[in-house]
C-alpha cells in the first residue's frame, strides 16, 4: 500500500526563505526543507507533497483538495494570511483533515499584529520559533495523528 500522503501548503513570500530576513528566517531555502522533510518523510512512512503559493486562493483549493485527497494531515505555513486571513480559518473549519500551524520563527515574540493567529484558531496543533526545524517536529507529530 502507498505511504499516507501530508500536504506541506506554505503561503506568501516564503518562495524566497534562503534570502529573506534570514535573521529571523534562517538561512534554508524551501528546497532545502522539503528535502529535509522527504527524509524524515521516509523514515516515518509518509509521502510528502509540498507546495508554496503567493495566492491565499491557492492555499484554500489545495485545502480542499487535502480532503478530496484522503490526506492524513495538512502542515500549513501560511506566512502572513495566518494573521488576515479569515477565508482560510473558514476552509480549515470546513474540511475535516487535520491542520497543524507551523511558523520558522516565533509570531508570538514579534509585533503585535503577528499575535492573532486566524489558522491556529481552528489548528489542531502548532509548532513555531524552532526554523526549518518547526517543518520536522510538526511532520513527526503528524505522523502520530
Ligand atoms: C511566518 C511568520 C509570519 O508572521 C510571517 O508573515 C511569515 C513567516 C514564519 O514562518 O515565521 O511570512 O509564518
Given at each position: 500500500m502507498a505511504d499516507p500522503v501530508i500536504f506541506v501548503l506554505n503561503g506568501p513570500n516564503?518562495?524566497?526563505?534562503?534570502?529573506?530576513e534570514p535573521e529571523i528566517y534562517g538561512h534554508d531555502t524551501l528546497d532545502d526543507i522539503a528535502g529535509m522533510l522527504e527524509d524524515r518523510g521516509a523514515e516515518l512512512g509518509l509521502a510528502i507533497d509540498m507546495r508554496q503559493s503567493n495566492h491565499e486562493g491557492h492555499l484554500i483549493d489545495w485545502l480542499h483538495e487535502a480532503q478530496a485527497e484522503g490526506v492524513k494531515a495538512v502542515l500549513l505555513n501560511a506566512g502572513a494570511y495566518t494573521h488576515t486571513s479569515i477565508a482560510l480559518h473558514d476552509a480549515i473549519k470546513s474540511i475535516r483533515t487535520p491542520v497543524i500551524e507551523v511558523h520558522l520563527s516565533d509570531p508570538m515574540k514579534r509585533e503585535a499584529f503577528r499575535h492573532t493567529s486566524y489558522v491556529g484558531m481552528v489548528a489542531v496543533d502548532c509548532v513555531s520559533g524552532l526554523g526549518a526545524k518547526s517543518y520536522i517536529v510538526a511532520l513527526e507529530r503528524a505522523a502520530k495523528l
Open positions: 516564503l518562495n524566497l526563505l534562503g534570502m529573506r
